[in-house]
């Protein structure tokens, strides 16, 4: 069926350290790739995205690759703070005339200090 | 307006009770999506509109839910006889076609 899985559930790193988080998707249709960070009791609000005509894209110490081929895609965030705790939700439109944003079940952040 | 308003911020019900969420998108945006999000949980895709479109309903859980967007603009999100897995916070989101979306703050819904 049409979804996009998200992985790992929870993450928990040392303040410093990288942080990857992995998401797949199932229509190869697909070429929008946002990544949402909701912090606790606000809205989820937009970090970074890509779009399939790229593999790579950076924003400071955030950064999002994505594999066509494979149908992934991954967030990088490199020297972590504290921050940086959040749950971090990945999304794809499901086919390429894009009706819904659909999300993953996020990714809780904890960085410790 | 500043940004995706909605209403009420907290709405608590008896079970078996109609609700009514509102949802004010920004000015322009075309698209407007409702999602549910029950604690601790993620983003539950409900209803979809964009534009003068049929509205994409997949992802509804029930004919209890509706929702309606009268003149492209604000849209209302109702719950029938509601029941105490209907508890959740109920957040709209507004966006250009495929463009980032904005969200509101949400909807509290407590079914008792």
């Known amino acids: 069926g049409e979804n996009v899985e998200q992985h790992p559930s929870t993450l928990s790193v040392q303040e410093g350290d990288s942080a990857v988080i992995k998401c797949t998707y199932s229509d190869s249709a697909s070429n929008y790739f946002p990544w949402y960070k909701q912090e606790l009791g606000k809205r989820p609000q937009l970090i970074i995205d890509?779009?399939?005509?790229?593999g790579e894209k950076k924003d400071q110490r955030i950064a999002v690759t994505l594999n066509k081929t494979a149908k992934h895609f991954s967030l990088h965030i490199t020297e972590t703070q504290p921050e940086d705790s959040a749950v971090y939700f990945c999304a794809a439109f499901l086919n390429q005339a894009g009706t819904a944003l659909i999300f993953g079940k996020g990714t809780t952040l904890s960085v410790s200090s | 307006g500043a940004g995706v308003s909605q209403s009420p911020s907290n709405k608590v019900t008896e079970k078996g009770k109609d609700v009514e969420l509102r949802c004010d998108p920004i000015s322009g945006h075309t698209a407007l999506y409702w999602y549910r999000q029950s604690l601790g949980q993620g983003l539950e895709f409900l209803i979809y509109?964009?534009?003068?479109?049929?509205?994409?309903k997949s992802g509804l859980p029930s004919d209890r839910f509706s929702a309606e967007r009268t003149g492209g603009s604000v849209s209302t999100l109702t719950i029938q006889r509601t029941q105490q897995e209907d508890s959740a916070v109920y957040l709209c989101a507004s966006s250009y076609p495929r463009g980032e979306l904005f969200f509101g703050e949400g909807s509290r819904l407590t079914v008792l």
């Open positions: 509109f964009q534009g003068n479109s049929a509205p994409d």
């Open positions: 890509i779009r399939s005509n790229v």
